[in-house]
Structure formats: structure tokens, C-alpha cells
């Protein structure tokens, strides 16, 4: 007699991965929202740490920092310090700063000790110089807080051998409001304009007179275009003045939210407006960190006007549902 040996049949083999391959189908989703619901908390926190950072910089200077720092508006072509370097001692970030030392030096200063050696951006840090070691390997860091989980890996980072160009090297995934305009001169905005330059100073809470709870403060920028202001936690480029050598700093609520995220053209060329809003890789809107501390995700299918008044600090304009 012939034993019977018990296994599956081809059709019921087909049946069992059809029925795995289904069930994979139905949860790949879950965990991809899973994946994303924990990246965007971690965007939360970023933007809330920053939003304190901000407010106890106000506490101990009672004001809040400029958009962009320009030590001698006589002088062009220089790249400048930006609102993000000075709130690193808020952000436990104190020795960081003091490699930086943006209160002793410009940051063209610092960026000609690196640009003085022939090195460049693939060179390891120990093959430079010991004396500026510390500020290559910082300035070659992406410091987590600055960067947006769901974004940054998609955004490049900008080599060594262009610092000239743009004075920033490592990426960042957050600007600062500037308010409502066609240029990053937009003074309605809480970290506006260049400090030197008329218009341009550092404001103080009873200057937001919407509201601390009214009120942007720092939202994401986030789109995959090398060639377009990439956002940038070190300063803005090497021009004077409230032009578009500000946007690794600063975004506009001119145009609506995730407007341009490096995908839009125009003629084959990405048209320079788009870039100036906010926008980010998290499906659906924005992240936001308003002056009062608290961050909210904002639709990008918030009303138009809605989104530029949060961007104003002294509209008095009644805010609708976002």
C-alpha cells in the first residue's frame, strides 16, 4: 500500500499567497500613516522647541531676533547672519554658537577661514586646518532641530564648494514668517527684513498687536529643487538688501500653502515666485509654530486670506476657520 503524503496543491499554494499578498496590500497603508503620524510628532516637537527658543530669547532680550542681521548695509555682496544662529543658545545648542560666535564675527569672516584653503566639501574634516576644524565639521551638520523628518532627506545639501554662492551648507526644513508681500522685504511678518535697513528691525511681543495666538511665527519649507533657495540654518547669501537672497530664512503667506513643492514649471523652468510660500512633504498641509508656542498643522486648503492674515502681526483682520 502507498502512504499518502499530505501537502498542498499548486492552486491552494496560489490561494495562500494571493490571500498573504492581499493582506500585506491592506496593511502597507496603516503602517506608512504609522511612519508618518510619528515623523510629523517629531516635526511638532522641532517647531515647538523653536517657538520657545524664540520666546525666551524675547524673555531675556525683550525682543524678538530680525529676519536677517546685516552688520553694514554699505557693504555688498556679504553673506549675513540669520534669526535661526541667534537662538541656538536657546536651543541647547550654547557651544555650537560659540563656534560660530556670531556676536564677534560676520559670517562672511568665518566662512573666508574655510574658503582660504583649497579644500572642499568631500575633504574629511581631519585634512583641514586644526584651527577650524570645530566650524567645518558644524557648518557640514544637519542639526536634527532644524529638520523636518517627513522633508529632509529630500532636500540637497549644499557643497562646501558653493558656500560662496549661498552661505549656507546644511539644509534646514524651517523659515521664519516675513508676512505678506512680492519680496522677502515683507515688513508685516514677525521676523521681518534685514535689521539695518529701513523697516527692518527687532520687534517685541507688544508689537504682534493680532495676537500671540494669531500669529505665524516659523513654518516649513520643504521642496526638492538644488537650484532654489534651499532653506538653511547657517544665513542667506552673499547680496544686500530685502531681495530674494533671503528665502533660506524667511517664506512669504503671499501665495498659498504647499503652492510650489519643486515639481510646478513654467516653460521648462521653475517659476521663482512659487517658492517664496511655505509648503512640506507632510500629505495635506503645513506645520506651524505661531509666537505664542503653540504649533499647528495648517490644510493647504486653508482660505487664502485666512493664511495671510496669520502671516500679518497687525492686520486686525477677524480670522476664520483653519
Known sequence: MKRRTNAFTLVELLVVIAIIGILIALLLPAVQQAREAARRMSCTNNLKQIGLAVQNFHDTYNKIPAGVYDHDPATANEP???????IFPFLELKNEYEVLSPTRKTL????????????????????WPGAVQPLVQLVGSELKVWNCPSGSSNIPITSFNNIKRTAGVTRSTYTGCAGYGINYGAKDGVLIGWKSLPGGRELAFQDITDGLSNTYLVGEKAHKDSTQDIPAWLGCGNYPGNGDNSAPLLSLTSYPINYFKGSETNNGKINNSYRKGFSSFHPGGV????????????????????????????DGQVLGEY
Open 80 to 86: 549675513e547672519w540669520g534669526w535661526t544662529v541667534m
Open 287 to 314: 506645520q506651524f509654530v505661531f509666537v505664542d508656542g503653540s504649533v499647528h498643522f495648517i490644510s493647504d486648503t486653508i482660505n487664502v486670506y485666512t493664511h495671510q492674515y496669520l502671516g500679518s502681526r497687525y
Open 108 to 127: 562672511a569672516e568665518d566662512i573666508s577661514l574655510i574658503t582660504a584653503t583649497s579644500h572642499n566639501g568631500d575633504t574629511p574634516v581631519s585634512a
